[in-house]
């Protein structure tokens, strides 16, 4: 298939192969229309689908993996139109009914729903010169894509917080201090790092490569009020039990508790 925004190869010659996507809109910095997250949307489905290919690369280019949504696309939508046009969401999530892992090969900026669309990938090897960061509050609207969502989780909420509020870009070593992502390279040498993950990959047992996937993301999206409603109940559900009194006695007491396991 040709497609006009993204450029899509296999690479490798081992039994499993890579499927490499590379987003290429280079004069707007690779900005997400619709057209290319259509076009991305196929060529990752095409991979999925294709058992010759084990794992899949999403890139972009030196100065950019992509500098979010395509703001002129956007400018002119009013609520109704955005809200009945399911502006952007119809597919911004194809990424997300992939089985096989999806690594983002980020240099340069990688803003907006573009660090979304990495934080969507399965991990991120950064280039040296990689730019993180979720500046629609500049814009006067919020992140759309999960920005809110997953940036915390990789981050943590302070972190996610700042960067959200205030707009500022993260550079690729406190990316890496921060949890976002995996590695971080020489830019020369980002391709050749993510080609070889791909490849160790490949070189494994498909249905673990896709269970690992799978679990993982089980944890990783699990809802923390859904975690917390758990815990609540196995907190109640201890005040049955002994050790529940004789814990809480001994503090009362001043003594030392002696705990029966029951
Ligand atoms: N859209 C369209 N064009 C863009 C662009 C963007 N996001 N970012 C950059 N460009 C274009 C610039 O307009 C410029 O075009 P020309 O003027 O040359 O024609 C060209 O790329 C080069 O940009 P600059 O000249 O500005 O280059 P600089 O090196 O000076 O600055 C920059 C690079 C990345 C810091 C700057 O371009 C910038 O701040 N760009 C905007 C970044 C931004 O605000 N991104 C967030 C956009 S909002 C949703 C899903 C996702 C979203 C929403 C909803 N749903 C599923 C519901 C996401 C929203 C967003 O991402």
Not at 20 to 26: E, K, Q, Y
Not at 48 to 60: E, P, Q
Not at 125 to 132: E, L, N, Q, V, Y
Not at 165 to 185: F, H, I, K, N
Request: with cysteine; net charge negative; glycine share 10%.
């Amino acid at each position: 298939m040709s497609y006009e925004c993204i450029i899509a190869e296999v690479r490798g010659d081992g039994e499993r192969k890579t499927g490499l996507i590379t987003l290429n809109r280079p004069k707007q910095l690779n900005a997400l229309n619709d057209q290319l997250m259509d076009e991305m949307g196929q060529a990752l489905l095409a991979f999925d689908a294709d058992d010759s290919i084990g794992c899949i690369v999403l890139t972009g280019s030196e100065r950019a993996f992509a500098a979010g949504a395509d703001i002129p696309t956007m400018a002119p939508h009013t609520f109704i139109s955005a809200f009945k046009s399911g502006l952007i969401s119809k597919n911004w999530e194809t990424i997300l009914l992939i089985r096989k892992p999806v690594i983002a090969a980020v240099a340069g900026f990688a803003l907006g729903g573009g660090c979304e669309l990495a934080m969507m990938c399965d991990f991120i090897i950064a280039a040296d010169t990689a730019k993180f960061g979720q500046p629609e509050i500049k814009l006067g609207i919020i992140p759309g894509a999960g920005g809110t969502q997953r940036l915390p989780r990789a981050v943590g909420k302070s972190r996610a917080m700042d960067m959200l509020l205030t707009a500022r870009m993260m550079d690729a070593a406190e990316a890496s201090t921060a949890g976002l992502v995996s590695r971080v390279v020489p830019a020369e040498k980002l391709m050749e790092e993510a080609l070889t993950a791909a490849e160790t990959i490949n070189g494994f047992s498909g249905p673990s490569v896709m269970l690992i996937k799978e679990l993982v993301n089980l944890a990783y999206q699990g809802p923390l009020k859904d975690g917390v409603a758990v815990e609540r109940r196995y907190f109640h559900a201890l005040f049955g039990t002994d050790d529940q009194r004789e814990g809480m006695d001994a503090f009362i007491n001043k003594r030392k508790p002696g705990f029966t396991q029951s």
